[in-house]
């Protein structure tokens, strides 16, 4: 799979003849897995019309720094944080002299300046443009401050001239982009993670459910999806939002999450089980409201659920399958037994008796296990200890 999948890629399109071309880079980044929003400048309108970028990247194009409906729906500021990368393409000899001066005098300059993330330039002009002193100049700016240069290319120009200043193909601006996302620890691969709790019915209104929060699942999503992989985020009722950037399904019960999970299987690489399922479910689910007259006490016949880790962790193939051990006394010595039972590669033990930590909190003290090896990691918030079970899963994987 491509290091482009999910990415966010904000096309910079400059005046020039090569604005053509970047309707044809908007595909290949697609192609590639990458979401792609537009800015034009106004120069580049001359060469290119928004309305087609637009249907390209399925987003509308952004223009005018000083439009009062894109600064309510999103900004300058708000674009410069939705990118992952900026690319400039084609960058003409004018934005790369604007970009070297610091520049905030149109939109692209100004997400530019309010940037975050890498920006890369695909230079396109005249041969003798080029060559300019000034132009040589402004580009050495650039590459000080860290900003790449992807091209030119040598060839015909539109104007007649043969030389330096063709903008590279589209494929080949697509794939250099590609190599800027190569360093996520798992990158190009399909992780799917359970979380929260699940509710089993008892008739219409009442269930039976579990404290989970979902808070430890989300913050795997989150960190699983940063180390560049695509994320399914198989999720019990939680109050939670759906991290950015991850597939969210909401399901209830434990048969909905083994169903989905299963449906989920072929393509997935890694299987993180952090939902904390009910193991038994009510044999029957009253149609109406169960009434209360005439009755003390009440009794519910329950019946197993299907155990959807080690149905995962006995498929075949199968993916490399983290299970979770919510333990509340030897905690070590149940983590390893659910390894060995339920055919892991990995368990992440918690001490549930600690209401710090656990169910329901910010934070966790967890252990990692495999057949081999045992990591303990101090408490800390949930998110950091899901970037530190993504680098071991990464390590071990
Ligand atoms: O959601 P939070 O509030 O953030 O809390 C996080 C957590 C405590 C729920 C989480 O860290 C955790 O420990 N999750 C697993 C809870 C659990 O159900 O553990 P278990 O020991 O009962 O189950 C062992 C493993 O089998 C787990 O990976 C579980 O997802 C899986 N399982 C269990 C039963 C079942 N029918 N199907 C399963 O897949």
Redo the contacts with the bound molecule.
Sequence with gaps: MSNLMNRRILLGVSGGIAAYKSAELIRRLQDMGADVRVVMTRAAEAFMTPLTLQALSGHPVHNDLLDPEAEAAMGHISLARWADLILIAPASADIIARLAHGKGDNLLTTVCLARRCELAIAPAMNEAMWHNQATQDNLAILQQRGIHQLGPASGGQACGDIGMGRMSEPSTLASEVSHFFETGLLAGKTVVI????TREAIDPVRYIS??????????LAQATVDAGAKVILISGP?ALPCPDRVTCIHTSS?ID??QS?MDHLPGCDIFI???????FRPATIAEQKIKKTGQDTMHIEMVK????????ANADPKPFV??????THDVIH?ARD?LQR?NLDM??A?D?SDTHI????DD?I?TILTAESEQYLPKAN?FQQAQRIIQAIAKQY
């Design positions: 359970t979380a929260g709790p579990n404290h989970s929060s979902g808070k430890m699942g989300y913050a939680t434990a999450m083994y999970s089980a952090s939902a904390a399922v009910a193991d659920n299907p155990d959807i880790v080690t149905a995962i983290v299970g979770f051990a919510a333990e149940y659910k339920k368990v992440v918690n549930i656990g169910f329901n909190s966790n967890v949930k």
